[in-house]
């Protein structure tokens, strides 16, 4: 297994950004460290599904505020143009184009 994830950690197209290099390294070692005992990378697992939650958590977060902000701030359009767009229907006369 830990083979494997050296192939997949090798493979990442992050390794080519220096900055998060020494992460994706240092993430491997400690893993590869705590993988040695089942207690340790029980617990090593648990801790790295809470801070993939935590930072997905954080971005929903964001979107969310980000959501509910265009809403409130956001003008809003004209009166007669939100009607004619939405209820728009075929004159059959002249008299209400």
Same mark, same amino acid.
């Given at each position: 297994m830990s083979d494997r994830r050296e192939k997949l950690v090798a493979k990442s197209g992050a390794t080519q950004w220096p900055v998060l290099r !020494?992460?994706?390294?240092? =993430?491997? !070692? %400690?893993?590869?460290?705590?993988?040695?005992r089942r207690s340790t990378?029980? #617990? /090593? =697992? %648990? #801790?790295?599904?809470g801070m993939k939650q935590a930072w997905a958590c954080l971005f929903g977060g964001i979107m969310v505020f980000l959501i509910v902000a265009t809403f #409130? /701030?956001?003008p809003r359009a004209p009166r007669s143009t939100a009607t004619t767009f939405f209820s728009w229907r075929p004159c059959r006369s002249r008299s209400c184009c």
């Open positions: !020494r992460f994706i390294v240092a =993430e491997r !070692r %400690f893993g590869n460290r705590m993988a040695k990378a029980v #617990l /090593y =697992e %648990f #801790l790295r599904f #409130l /701030y956001y």
